[in-house]
């Protein structure tokens, strides 16, 4: 049963937004995803007649500004949020960071989801009804590692972004969290995981590896409508990793304790 809810994904085209534009259709929600790449869009939204395909990319205002134009015209209407897109592109030492791929970081990890999050916002404050918001963080927010300082202070910021809004935007009763993943097996970290899998090294005390499907179920319950009292906070899922003291490691190797599996 189609239920009347209309829900926006960006970084839908693969990982860990497709997984939650799949879980929403699932249970009924309209949804529209966005994403930069078009195919990967198309391949999201070939599962359900739920999904419609919207390219973005989420760091550009005038595209932010023409996808919930969109959104208003076919729907009229916005009650969840999720924005999952980002980039980790690590492996640099912070004495060697190009202020390129520090900017490029930042603008998608942090600008798209903040022009993503007041747009939804202005459509959620016009609706009168509220909404949900949630922001794909990561553990790096939480706790950083070696030669990533563009992605940690970037998902940190994210987390402090959704706190910002919650206060922000709760005379509306719009609600915004953000939930932190440890290692999700996506694209993203693939050649990581691979790499550490061959040394045998236990990712969290779980010994686990996550799915982007676990990442969805957190969000749906963020983004359930009678889940009102929940707002500001971090949700951390990752196999209890960041509960953990970290163990002795070695600081010339190339991945710390704590390198990211998130968007």
Not at 1 to 20: K, L, N, S, Y
Request: charged share 20%.
């Amino acid at each position: 049963m189609q239920d009347e809810r209309v829900a926006v994904v960006t970084g839908g085209g693969r990982g860990m937004g497709r997984a939650i534009a799949h879980a929403y259709a699932e249970r009924g929600t309209r949804v529209v995803v966005a994403s930069r790449t078009v195919a990967e869009l198309e391949e999201t939204a070939a599962a359900s007649e739920l999904i419609t395909a919207f390219a973005c990319d989420a760091a550009e205002p005038d595209q932010v500004e023409a996808l919930f134009e969109f959104v208003r015209a076919e729907h009229g209407r916005v009650d969840a949020l999720v924005c999952s897109q980002g980039v980790y592109q690590g492996g640099v030492r912070a004495f060697d960071l190009p202020l390129e791929q520090w900017d490029r970081t930042m603008a998608i990890n942090l600008r798209g989801v903040w022009l993503c999050a007041q747009a939804a916002g202005r459509l959620m404050r016009d609706g009168g009804r509220g909404g949900r918001m949630v922001f794909i963080s990561s553990m790096n927010g939480l706790a950083s590692q070696t030669h990533a300082v563009d992605y940690d202070v970037s998902k940190a910021a994210v987390n402090g972004l959704a706190r910002a809004l919650a206060v922000e935007f709760a005379p509306e009763k719009i609600t915004v969290n953000a939930i932190a993943p440890g290692w999700i097996r996506t694209e993203m970290s693939a050649a990581e995981l691979a790499e550490l899998e061959s040394e045998g090294l236990v990712m969290n005390p779980l010994g686990e590896v996550g799915t982007p499907e676990q990442i969805a179920l957190a969000a749906l319950w963020l983004t359930d409508p009678g889940n009102g009292f929940v707002t500001g906070t971090v949700v951390t899922v990752d196999g209890g990793q960041t509960a953990m003291l970290p163990l002795p490691w070695n600081p010339a190797a190339s991945v710390a304790p704590g390198a990211p599996g998130a968007g």
